[in-house]
């Protein structure tokens, strides 16, 4: 970690952030600009200017960025600052939520002005958002303030938002340094290197005693997988926190000629399960056997798991189950929504609600008609670990802690639908804390 804290110290950034008239690099201009320089991990100086656009400013902008036409009245021209601003930039590291915009159109503004482009190198806090947490649905500045904690007063303000953005950045500077990055240029594209609800374990460069730590961490149910040369599987396990989940995994470490160890993050344990279908399909099968003694042992200690001659592979849920499972998803106010007999990551939809509440009707009546028709392409499940899947969500089902419903809940009453999806999400809030706590 002190590797990593010395890599990144040194650098120096400037967060900025451009309000403007418009899109349009030919025809709209610049009416805020707001700057925030960082060193050592310390905000050391910041500036604002209004810009007067010489142009009108649309209605809608004015709506968006509270900047009436009487502010900007007095301000500079552009024309009048741009030393300034370049001046502040310096040779540092450009910073904004969105790169892609505010880079290219200031560069537009230098073009006008007959300035040379900016030569600086440039990260941007959302495609970092996209590579760091690629579970996220929503990804904007306010969002990202909202979970993060941190404070945004006034949003499509040029200086707010780039206070937003450099306490952004400041967190994901920790994570870098927290999963021990090596090089500054895994800054510009970290992409399957440092997600939050990941972490990735090799044999010769982590101790025992450091993966135990991290295990002994943990707050949420995750999958674990040991994989050794090749990328051969050897072991997996979906796990929920327990004690005894964790002397397997020691065992089989201790035990195990591995190379490669990753810990997975998910939402409620349902979640582990199902996603882990694919995976005991891979162990071996003298471990099979002994990964469904140990889940039923474990997490279903009440009923009697099934004799070797008893175990069907049929679904066990019976017909008056639900046509589809809702569950809560790793992110606070996404979800994951399944139908029952399709039970796997590549049949979910995740979503948001109320937000996506059109896209998660589409995605129902889709669904129902293929199992009307029944041309829904069914899971395949080991009957070993069917039995067991399926048991757990009768019990979890009881409980109320995922919502079943048959398909002909919407199709008839889409109101009574949504008023007992809210009904579920008040009664099972999501304890998950992710991106804040990760891996």
Not at 314 to 335: H, S
Request: proline letters at 5%; a positive charge.
């Amino acid at each position: 970690m002190s590797e990593s804290f010395e890599l990144i110290k040194n650098l120096e950034f400037c967060v900025f952030d451009l309000e403007t008239t418009g899109g349009n690099h030919k025809t709209d201009k610049i009416i805020e600009i707001g700057l925030v320089k960082i060193k050592n991990f310390e905000v050391i100086a910041e500036k604002n200017y209004l810009i007067k656009p010489e142009i009108r400013i649309p209605e809608f902008i004015q709506k968006l960025t509270s900047i009436k036409e009487e502010d900007v009245k007095d301000s500079p021209i552009i024309e009048d600052v741009i030393d300034e601003v370049l001046e502040f930039m310096g040779d540092t590291i450009l910073v904004a939520h969105n790169t892609s915009f505010d880079v290219p159109f200031f560069n537009s503004v230098l073009k006008r002005l007959n300035r040379p482009t900016l030569t600086n190198k440039s990260l941007c806090t959302n495609l970092m958002t996209k590579y760091l947490i690629p579970n996220l649905m929503n990804s904007n500045l306010n969002y990202m303030s909202k979970i993060f904690d941190i404070k945004h007063k006034k949003a499509h303000r040029a200086l707010d938002d780039a206070l937003a953005t450099t306490e952004l950045l400041l967190i994901y500077l920790k994570i870098y340094i927290d999963k021990g990055i090596t090089k500054v240029n895994h800054l510009y594209y970290p992409r399957g290197r440092y997600e939050l609800d990941r972490a990735n374990f090799k044999v010769e460069e982590d101790s025992l005693e450091d993966i135990k730590a991290k295990f002994d961490s943990l707050k949420n149910p995750h999958i674990v997988t040991i994989k050794g040369e090749n990328g051969v599987i050897l072991f997996a396990l979906p796990c929920n926190n327990t004690p005894a989940e964790k002397a397997l995994i020691y065992s089989k470490l201790e035990s195990l000629e591995w190379k490669n160890l990753t810990i997975k993050l998910v939402g409620p344990f349902l979640e582990a399960l199902i996603n882990y279908n694919s995976l005991f399909n891979k162990v071996d099968s003298s471990d099979k056997g002994e990964i469904a003694r140990f889940l039923w042992k474990e997490h279903l200690p009440t009923e009697k798991p099934p004799l070797k001659d008893d175990i069907r592979g049929e679904n066990i849920l019976g017909t008056n189950f639900g046509d589809f499972i809702i569950i809560n998803n790793l992110v606070p106010e996404q979800y994951n929504i399944y139908p029952t007999n399709a039970l796997s990551q590549k049949s979910e939809l995740v979503f948001r609600f109320p937000g996506h509440k059109k896209k998660l009707i589409q995605y129902i009546n889709s669904k129902a008609s293929k199992i009307s028709n029944n041309k829904l392409k069914k899971t395949l499940f080991n009957p070993l670990f069917k039995q067991f899947l399926d048991t757990y969500i009768l019990k979890e089902s009881e409980k109320g802690t995922m919502f079943c419903f048959k398909k002909s809940l919407p199709a008839k009453n889409q109101e009574k639908f949504f008023k007992e999806m809210e009904n579920f999400m008040k009664t099972n809030p999501n304890p998950c804390s992710y991106p804040k706590y990760y891996i």
